[in-house]
């Protein structure tokens, strides 16, 4: 349908121009990227009364198929009255924000690039060093430290998965695929950098010394749980270690993390704020007005979008006609690169570069980690009902970033199989502890309910109180009996 209506809004053009008398010149209807343009030009009379509203002088158009030239009086001077000439291109416009020159080509911006933008990696799909590759040095001590960690988080990914499947704890969220992101951009960062995540970034908690006990304290919604059991399981957060509070609706920790970022610019702190997203979110209204905010504010934030492949069932296909996320960087005027986040050194490379230039030059920065959800969204989603099989055990098996990484470090000489098993045991372990001692904590009392946001209940809340008490008592059998009253 818009096919058809383009096709004969442009033949209604055609036919008007053709019955206007006189022709100056000739409009020339070229390919600017559009799926909708003739292969061969469409030559237009250019009729005389435009021409002679507009000050276009004469010759200046011919039989050539060249893009029409002229001036409008938008952009003709206040002083000059006279015509442009080859002379006057060196002309601009001296606007509040800048200047802008001028010239007598009628130019549209094309709606992309020729070629997509690259994406930077150091290690190949087989965990080797690509020759001449330009990456910030690991330790052994700190290369180990982000494999155990991702180890932890596959374990713990597993573990908790099948919890929710025996109906010991109510949702759960896995991060398979996607561990190079979490922890090699966490390895980047220092503790003073504030995180405001999305719900796919455990594995910077992990990082950061959140035990596998606090994991499931928070999944189990127990007395121990920071968040008193007022939240979903996987919303973790800890004032403690600079990782604000897991929030459900999409995109809204994105301009909080500018705000939070400004006042570290106001502050003059040596810290920056890491923020993340997946790329369903950058259609989020929420997402443009966060990067338009930090490059107004020059805030030093970093937007870290997983752009994994699918935003639930909605493939990146249907989400945008842009090459991928990072080329909306330039159009705020925010510095961005693209990343293979399956690879963990170019992860862990980018945001530190990316850190540095956030603190020490006062502006925010985008990155773009190229990845693959190789599990369900949730534990309510069914991927397979709306993606091949095949294409899901591809990722898992040829691509596994946690698979590269650990080829990486016994190439080094810095991993064996036995420090392999050693790792993977011990992680089950910690998680299996974890969550018996998390089932035997137990819940918040019913006054954590109302409590913690104001200082003295007003009258609704206590009425509200009242009444679920009451309820509760003469329905006890509609009630987890485990939670105090």
Not at 98 to 110: A, D, L, N, W
Not at 182 to 198: C, E, K, R
Not at 413 to 432: F, P
């Amino acid at each position: 349908m818009m096919a058809l209506w383009v096709r004969k809004s442009r033949d209604f053009m055609i036919n008007h121009f053709k019955s206007k008398k006189g022709s100056l010149g000739l409009i020339h209807f070229s390919s600017c990227g559009s799926s909708f343009t003739r292969k061969s030009p469409v030559l237009v009379p250019f009729p005389a009364s435009f021409a002679q509203n507009h000050r276009i002088p004469e010759g200046e158009f011919g039989n050539s198929p060249a893009h029409f030239r002229f001036c409008s009086r938008r952009f003709e001077s206040g002083k000059a009255e006279t015509l442009y000439d080859e002379g006057d291109a060196n002309q601009v416009l001296d606007l509040p924000d800048g200047k802008v020159k001028f010239t007598p080509e009628m130019r549209f911006i094309s709606e992309s690039t020729k070629e997509r933008e690259s994406c930077y990696r150091v290690l190949d799909d087989n965990g080797k060093k690509i020759i001449s590759s330009n990456y910030v040095e690991v330790s052994r001590e700190i290369a180990v430290k982000m494999y155990t960690d991702m180890v932890m988080l596959q374990t713990m990914d597993t573990i908790f998965y099948e919890a929710q499947r025996q109906g010991r704890i109510s949702f759960y969220l896995t991060t398979v695929g996607e561990e190079a992101i979490n922890i090699a951009s966490a390895a980047a960062l220092t503790f003073d950098d504030i995180v405001l995540p999305q719900y796919r970034e455990p594995g910077v908690l992990i990082w950061r010394g959140f035990t596998a006990q606090e994991f499931a304290n928070q999944c189990f919604s127990n007395k121990a749980d920071y968040g008193k059991g007022r939240q979903m399981p996987i919303h973790y957060g800890s004032n403690k270690h600079n990782y604000i509070t897991v929030s459900s609706p999409i995109a809204t920790q994105l301009p909080q993390a500018v705000g939070v970022a400004y006042s570290l610019k106001m502050d003059r702190k040596d810290a920056c704020v890491v923020t993340y997203i997946g790329e369903g979110g950058t259609s989020e209204g929420d997402f443009h007005a966060a990067l338009n905010f930090a490059a107004v504010t020059e805030a030093p934030v970093i937007f870290i979008c997983r752009n994994n492949g699918w935003a639930i069932s909605t493939p990146t296909s249907d989400q945008f006609r842009s090459d991928g996320v990072v080329v909306k960087g330039r159009a705020y005027g925010i510095r961005s690169i693209r990343v293979d986040g399956n690879d963990a050194l170019a992860m862990h490379s980018a945001v530190y570069a990316a850190r540095e230039m956030a603190i020490s030059e006062q502006r925010p920065i985008l990155i773009e980690a190229l990845t693959y959800r190789v599990g369900h969204h949730s534990t309510s989603d069914d991927s397979t009902k709306y993606r091949p099989v095949d294409e899901i055990e591809r990722w898992k098996v040829e691509r596994d970033p946690v698979t590269r990484f650990r080829k990486w470090i016994e190439r080094n000489g810095w991993w064996s199989g036995e420090a392999e098993k050693e790792a993977r045991n011990s992680a089950r372990k910690q998680v299996l502890h974890a969550i018996q001692e998390a089932e035997k904590v137990e819940k918040p009392p019913v006054v954590d309910m109302f409590t913690d946001v104001y200082d003295c209940l007003p009258s609704n809340l206590v009425e509200q109180e009242k009444r679920l008490r009451e309820t509760i008592k003469r329905h006890p059998q509609d009630y987890p009996s485990d939670v105090p009253v």
